[in-house]
């Protein structure tokens, strides 16, 4: 391995990686003006807490600055890269969990099993719990985890997507949206879903395609807003 790539994957890198990326995600906040639909979304939201914060993966990078003074834990990867993502959570006021599933959604890998539980307590404690809702690698769809984590937990998924007027498209696995700066930025939450605790297979499968499809069309306004003429 090169010095160049050890100095990169090293710890202080890494952390100053997550101080930069923080540091951007404030001037793309600042730089853009903010569509919020439901424009009465806080007072919809606050008798839903806490809730589960459901985004798509590549999507979620502007996702932190709808929080208002809300306790929020959001999951990121154990990967090396995912040291960057939670110093730059925390930076901007939440608090990290680390691990996930994997693409043939099991728990017992990558840490699964403990951030499940570490989200269901957190639930329980009054956090807001926020994480893509994709199966790993798999772009746009939806995994069993988040709605195994609505019905354990008994709390609601709220759909979130936002999207900026101006952004570069990446060529990869989840079509990741880099946001710029100096546009207009939409923030769009979708409905409730419900996931009872006696939820059978039948019932869990309708509502993972439920948050899929909110998500979806989430989504789908979100750019429609920003890019529509003036």
């Not at 040291?83 to 969990?97: D, K, Q």
């Amino acid at each position: 391995m090169s010095w160049r790539k050890r100095i990169s994957r090293s710890y202080p890198a890494r952390k100053a990686g997550g101080w930069v990326l923080a540091s951007y995600l404030r001037l793309v906040r600042i730089t853009n003006r903010r569509i919020i639909e439901p424009a009465d979304v806080y007072d919809r939201l606050a008798p839903e807490l806490p809730m589960i914060i459901a985004m798509w993966h590549g999507q979620h990078f502007m996702v932190p600055f709808l929080r208002r003074g809300h306790k929020v834990k959001v999951l990121i990867s154990r990967h090396r890269d995912g040291e960057i993502n939670a110093t730059a959570a925390e930076l901007l006021g939440l608090v990290p969990i680390r691990g996930s599933g994997d693409h043939e959604r099991r728990y017992d890998r990558k840490g699964g099993v403990a951030a499940f539980k570490t989200m269901l307590d957190a639930l329980a404690a009054g956090y807001n719990v926020a994480l893509t809702a994709d199966v790993p690698k798999v772009s746009r769809v939806a995994g069993e985890g988040i709605v195994a984590l609505a019905r354990f937990s008994g709390r609601p998924i709220f759909p979130v997507a936002v999207a900026t007027s101006r952004r570069w498209v990446l060529d990869n696995w989840d079509r990741s949206a880099v946001n710029l700066p100096f546009g207009r930025m939409a923030m769009v939450v979708g409905g409730p879903i419900r996931v009872t605790a006696d939820a059978d297979d039948a019932t869990q499968e309708a509502a993972r395609q439920a948050v899929e499809t909110a998500l979806n069309v989430a989504t789908a306004r979100a750019y429609e807003l920003v890019d529509r003429p003036r």
